[in-house]
């Protein structure tokens, strides 16, 4: 038993955790440090031998998850593409035994992932969905000179080779208050995984297997979670989505605008989008008006569930916190909840939110948020909720209702809120969130870095 | 393992109605006297679904899809004894499949044993892509299928983590597929059965 540690996010360690945290990227468990500074570097490799060289001396730079409890707080993480494994001469045998939809990318699965008018491929920012991304470096601290410092390490690495190209460089950081790009304090439900030693936060659910989250381990339903071969490549290694949205914040405050005639009303409407207060406050334990006070207390703004809410006169059915983990929510398909969570890591970039913007010039602005969903099995978690949970509302009851922040939405689409005596239906709901890019990526463990780094041929 | 009939990614055909019409002319050239017959007879109406635009989808890897409603159809040899033990189990539950109930997306479900009591034909029709909700049978209803399949050859266990792969093995695509409401779930059309239900109360209230 370990003395009782409070980490970064708030939660408190107290067991001896059985992952092998030595061997799990950082970024995996350590929560994202407020404030926080960052920049996402995605690479292409011209060269194996080069490309192996340059992993080699990264890779002891690579941060793992060993006391992912305590404040200090800066890390690389590293991320290979399918076609990255196959541009670092990763053999035939071992490629074939990572999944398809890994294996053919993000971009290729839009039809699963529901990526399409808007977030079609076709319209992605380059160089995402071309093929050429094949190593993604993301910088993160909780200060701005030691990110600097890490992403100068990186930096020397990859540019002491002709064989490895930056195909794009993107800073990411704090906005004043922490809040998203809409204007929302997020980040705060994450799953709680066993053996890492935490003790879940209140509210935050059971402990999930960490197969799930981690290959090489039990998952929910008992057995490891198929893992690509061989086993120093798989065991402790994870999935990674990678996905980068825009903010249409323009489109967002003229949404409100329309269906609210004073603040209060517009500021109603957009927690009842969210299931949240902008503070964080969630609905359901602050129905009538926001609380700062509880947004901001870990230890109570996620302890909470929909059992005297089931009709959702609080928290909509379809707002996007009950979409993303619906908890003890009846749903109309047998679901374990637990089976389709991930771990989120997200960063925002460009100009914070600004509440006065109404213009479609707004909706241009570069700013939105990065995200990286971190699963054992992350292709198929995030085809699930697209195709089940974000652009659809039968598991619900909603019909064809789609998630009002992260949906992509039809010309006419609409957001219940229930209500008495009857429910009252927002019409013209937009997209505000446009996907412009996005790749799958494999995290490696430092062992599986290792071995592809010291691969011959 | 049954070979799977090239049907699934075939290349969309665009042709005209007309040619379509010449096909089925070449197609039923040498057709029984009925069959011929019933195309002459026939071909204004038979002209009117040619005309039509494709209504066909693919459901997932393998299979069919209308709407939102897609079909599966398994062919499972049976173990030793399993036609019997799974014939048995089936009377006994004369016909509450609360585990189907349970799943939300099933809209029917057919059991025909086939082939002397050699192979179950396993027929169903279903909302959306059937790989979304096989992970979660592993966890909630593991033992509601594993009773039933236990009964086929070389089935892994829902807890394997194979059954998906393995059902997958075994479906055989369907060449056509038909649906009267494509775009009623089975969960939409509980929730207008209540609906349909409450509007004529109100209505017998009002009247």
């Known amino acids: 038993m370990l003395s009782v540690k409070e980490s970064v996010g708030g939660q408190v360690v107290t067991h001896a955790p059985t992952l092998d945290l030595d061997e799990i990227q950082a970024i995996v468990l350590r929560p994202r440090p407020a404030p926080y500074f960052g920049t996402h570097v995605l690479l292409r490799i011209d060269d194996a031998a080069a490309g192996r060289e340059f992993l080699r001396r990264l890779t002891p730079h690579i941060g793992s998850s060993a006391h992912w409890w305590s404040a200090a707080n800066t890390w690389l993480a590293i991320g290979i593409s399918y076609a990255g494994l196959e541009a670092l001469g990763v053999p035939q045998d071992s490629l074939q035994s990572f999944p398809e939809a890994f294996r053919v990318g993000m971009a290729a699965r839009a039809r699963q992932l529901r990526d399409e008018g808007v977030n079609d491929p076709k319209h992605w920012e380059a160089p995402f969905g071309t093929g050429q991304v094949h190593i993604g470096v993301s910088a993160l601290s909780d200060s ?6 890490a992403l100068e390490i990186a930096r020397k690495q990859y540019e002491a080779f002709s064989g490895v ?23 705060i439900d994450q799953p709680a995984i066993e ?30 979670l198929p893992m690509p071969q061989p086993d120093i490549l798989g065991r402790n290694s994870t999935y990674v989505g990678f996905r980068k949205y825009q903010s249409r914040v323009g489109a967002f405050n003229r949404f409100l605008r329309a269906h609210g005639s004073t603040e209060e009303e517009r500021e109603l409407l957009a927690a009842k989008l969210v299931g949240r207060w902008r503070s964080g406050a969630p609905l359901t334990l602050a129905p009538e008006a926001d609380d700062a006070v509880l947004g901001a207390d870990a230890q109570r703004n996620n302890d909470f569930d929909y059992a005297n809410d089931v ?41 914070p939110y600004d509440p006065n913007a109404v213009s479609p010039e707004a909706d241009e602005i570069p700013r939105g948020a990065i995200f990286m969903f971190i699963s054992a099995k992350a292709m198929a978690t995030m085809e699930f909720l697209q195709q089940e949970w974000i652009d659809e509302g039968n598991f619900v009851g909603l019909g064809e209702e789609r998630d009002p922040i992260i949906g992509r939405q039809e010309e006419g689409a609409s957001f219940t809120i229930p209500h008495e005596p009857v429910r009252r239906r927002v019409h013209g709901i937009d997209t505000f969130n446009v996907l412009r890019g996005g790749e799958y990526f494999f995290m490696p463990s430092i062992s599986a870095l290792t071995w592809i780094a010291n691969l011959s041929g | ?23 089925m002319r070449e197609l039923y050239a040498d057709a029984p006297e009925i069959g011929k017959a019933a195309l002459e007879n026939g071909l204004p109406t038979l002209t009117e679904a040619l005309a039509a635009p494709s209504a066909k989808q693919t459901a997932g890897r393998i299979g069919l ?30 016909g509450n499949f609360r585990a189907a109930d349970a799943v939300g997306t099933v809209h029917d479900m057919r059991f025909v044993f086939v082939d002397n009591d050699t192979k179950l034909l396993f027929a169903t029709a279903y909302d959306g892509d059937f790989d979304p909700y096989i992970d979660d049978f592993a966890t909630k209803i593991p033992n509601a299928m594993d009773l039933w399949l236990c009964n086929c050859e070389g089935y892994p266990g829902m807890r394997s983590g194979k059954a998906k792969q393995w059902i997958f093995d075994h479906q055989i695509a369907a060449e056509a597929w038909y649906v009267n409401s494509p ?14 239900k409450a509007v004529e109360e109100l209505l017998d209230k009002i009247g």
């Open chain 1, 144 to 149: 701005e000179e030691n990110w600097r410092r």
């Open chain 1, 165 to 187: 190209t930056v195909l794009r460089s993107q800073n990411f950081g704090f906005q004043p208050g922490d809040l998203n790009p809409l204007g929302y304090k997020d980040g």
């Open chain 1, 195 to 224: 053996g890492s030693g935490a003790e879940p936060l209140p509210g935050q659910g059971p402990l999930i297997k960490a197969g799930e989250f981690i290959l090489g381990y039990p998952g929910e339903a008992g057995a490891p």
């Open chain 1, 311 to 351: 009709r959702g006169l609080k928290a909509p059915l379809g707002c996007h916190i009950r979409r993303m983990n619906p908890r003890d929510t009846q749903l109309t398909r047998l679901t374990d909840v637990n089976l389709h969570r991930l771990i989120r890591r997200g960063t925002t970039y460009g100009p």
């Open chain 2, 1 to 23: 393992m049954p070979t799977q009939p090239a049907t699934a990614n075939r290349p969309k055909q665009s042709l005209t109605v007309d040619e379509k019409v010449q096909k």
């Open chain 2, 65 to 94: 899809r209308q709407g939102k409603v897609s079909e599966l159809c398994v062919f499972l040899p049976f173990v030793k004894g399993g036609a019997k033990r799974l014939r048995g189990f089936l009377e006994l539950l004369d």
């Open chain 2, 183 to 196: 775009n009623l779930t089975a969960a939409e059309t509980r929730r207008l059965e209540k609906v349909g």
